[in-house]
């Protein structure tokens, strides 16, 4: 498709820069401009060549779009659109980033620009924030979410799906409500149970902290996205809490009937429940392109001994794998120890492991 257009974006932190990025590295002839309250975030952005333009507030120049996209805080959206609206091109395409789209819908056609806005959640995300973490590559294969409104035209949408597909990820056309619920489901509630998880440990531990040392490979890995932004979630729950609130209640049946079988040792009961969800869970399909991204990473056996943690990393190093994460598992019961590694990329697993294989090391 064509590059010379000009996209704008009103909050730049990880979803809105990691747009930007994927824009600029797709379509590099297209201009972009951007406002956000951290000032550090666009003059970044402006000195790596990401976005053209860093603009101090939402001025005039946001009429020059053939897009925008609002990427700021979901609770900053009505007050944004009252004064985006000021200027704003009747040829503009509106969309947004937000994981509740009912909301943003109801604040769109109060401002009357419902004939210009399609609705949008890319379903990537980090459990790192701002600008500085954004990356082109976060979209790649994640399954990016189109709301549009009543009355856009076909070619409108066919023409927007276009261009989310050009930047790597996977459109998919849904009404607003049915999204909400959906989402409700697969994101919003798991993050809800992970954080409860983690704040029932805490409430459950002893004055010697027990339960938080020795805390690791499964708890870890079912808790992880409880390291999420709080603020983010907080917004989340007060946008979506209708289909939060009807799915935990479906929710705490469930534990209530696993609870009374536990309870009565009912055998049959407690198999069919681990085998049903066992059933369930390999059938989905083994991808980056859900709404919790899969954590790409590897266990290795190392000696307690200076210097193995940094044998490891230098090579990686030099054969170019950049590591995300790495740090040590304390939960071996011998003398050596489990050194965990993540990655940004799943490619970089196997490139990693059989490296290592060939040096000497155990890879789980």
Known sequence: MQDDFTCGFIGLGLIGGSIARAMRLHHPACRMMAYDINK????????EGV?????????????????????????????????????????????????????????????????????????????????????????????????????????????????????GALPLVLDYSRHDYITAAISHLPHVIASSLVNLIKNSDEEDGLMKLIAAGGFKDITR???????????????????????????????????????????????????????????????????????FSIRIDIADEPGALAAIATILALHQISIKNIGIVHNR???????????????????ASEILQSKGYAIH
């Open 40 to 47: 550090d975030a666009l003059e970044l952005a402006a000195r």
């Open 51 to 167: 976005i053209d333009l860093p603009l101090s507030s939402i001025s005039k120049e946001f009429g020059d779009c053939d897009y925008i996209f609002l990427c700021a805080p979901v609770s900053e959206n009505d007050n944004n659109l009252v004064q985006l609206k000021k200027y704003i091109s009747p040829r503009c395409l509106l969309t947004d980033a937000g994981s509740v789209k009912g909301d943003i819908h109801r604040h769109i056609e109060e401002a009357g620009l419902g004939g210009q806005f399609i609705g949008g959640h890319p379903m990537a995300g980090s459990e790192r924030t701002g600008y500085i973490n954004s990356k082109a590559l976060l979209l790649e294969n994640a399954y990016y979410i189109l709301t549009p409104c009543e009355g856009i035209p076909g070619n409108t949408i066919a023409a927007f799906r276009e261009l989310v597909a050009s930047l």
């Open 225 to 295: 996205i409880a390291s999420s932004s709080p603020v983010m979630w907080q917004q989340i729950c007060l946008t979506n809490g209708s289909n939060i609130s009807r799915l935990l209640d479906d929710y705490i049946q469930s534990l209530n009937q696993i609870r009374e079988s536990i309870h009565m040792a009912r055998a049959e009961e407690l198999y069919q429940f681990f085998n049903d969800a066992r059933d369930y869970r390999d059938s989905f399909i083994d991808a980056s392109s859900g709404p919790i991204k899969k954590s």
């Open 333 to 351: 019961e011998q003398t050596d120890g489990v050194l965990a590694v993540e990655f940004y990329q799943e490619e970089s697993i196997k490139k």
